[in-house]
């Protein structure tokens, strides 16, 4: 790398640090954007206190996992992967970033071409979906929950332990298991 290109890296660095340590922990976008999502929950039939819950909820799991709020119940973490939650008293994830979000939830709900996994057995809990074929680490995931391999037909995720060695190799896509146990598994390749 020239000296100029590794200057001008200290410098994007740099004030990239800078703008974060001037905006702290609550900009007003962040404020803007609960607000927002705050909105869109009541819209989708939450009450006042069922959408500060949800957003709790949220919250809590923001404090874990590097990612950003997108809906009034969804993440995008850090590395891709979509983190869905459930709204207060509702066993389902539902999508609430549009305006069907108002549609009830559905067990088993994963989109086409993606491997998606629950919290709970038989489909139902928070969610995890992943499309891209790489590695995503799993955090804070054990205990018996379920997966759907919703990905083009025949194509088997890989479940791998804390040092990635494979450890299970999922039936080809289509395919749903109603309990598996996470708490083995650090990270999932769904390629």
Request: glycine content about 8%.
């Amino acid at each position: 790398m020239s000296i100029l290109k590794r200057y001008a890296s200290l410098a994007v660095a740099a004030l990239a640090l800078l703008s974060v340590s001037l905006a702290g922990p609550a900009s007003a976008g962040t404020t803007q954007s609960r607000a927002v999502f705050g909105e869109q929950a009541r819209a989708a039939g939450l009450s006042r206190g069922d959408a500060d819950a949800l957003q709790a909820k949220v919250d809590r799991y923001l404090a874990r996992h590097d990612g950003r709020q997108v809906a009034a119940n969804e993440i995008v973490l850090a590395d891709g992967a979509t983190l869905t939650v459930t709204v207060p008293g509702e066993k389902s994830v539902r999508d609430l970033s549009t305006t069907t979000g108002t549609r009830a939830a559905a067990q088993w709900e994963c989109d086409y071409g993606y491997f998606c996994m629950f919290r709970q057995q038989l489909g139902l809990g928070d969610r995890l979906a992943f499309y891209h074929c790489q590695d995503y680490a799993l955090q804070g995931w054990t205990g018996d929950g379920s997966y759907y391999n919703h990905q083009t037909p025949g194509t088997r995720a890989l479940f791998k332990a804390q040092n990635r060695n494979v450890i299970f190799t999922t039936p080809g896509a289509t395919y749903s298991e109603p309990s598996y146990n996470w708490t083995p598994v650090w990270f999932v390749r769904p390629c």
